[in-house]
């Protein structure tokens, strides 16, 4: 699918029909606008990322979490949260992706991965 699709696809989730439970993180779920960047853009891999930062006492002590997946400059990329108020929680670097957009988030409150069109 291209990036121009999926970005206008993705402006549409303005929230969610379907609670979708991660299969190893059992007590988070993620929304139907998670699901469609996961299915999307072949990006299970990011969900899966993002939770297993939650066992870091750092990372899981923020009640609202603002993930941002970026591109860096050549096929490397940036996952980073912050907390709801711009500092930085934690970052990774992800040395290759073949991810198709260049920026997503993803907020975590509530044990809930969801779109910030969502909330």
Not at 9 to 27: A, N, V
């Amino acid at each position: 699918m291209d990036t121009s699709r999926i970005m206008t696809d993705l402006s549409q989730f303005t929230g969610t029909e379907t609670w979708w439970k991660h299969p190893i993180f059992r007590s988070y779920t993620y929304t139907d606008g998670v699901k469609y960047v996961a299915d999307s853009c072949k990006a299970y891999w990011l969900i899966d990322a993002i939770l297993s930062h939650q066992g870091n006492k750092k990372v899981s002590k923020q009640e609202f979490q603002v993930w941002k997946l970026t591109k860096q400059g050549d096929e490397s990329w940036m996952l980073a949260c912050e907390d709801g108020d711009n500092h930085k929680v934690v970052d990774q670097i992800i040395q290759f992706s073949d991810f198709p957009l260049n920026i997503v988030t993803i907020w975590l409150t509530d044990r809930v991965l969801l779109l910030p069109s969502e909330y």
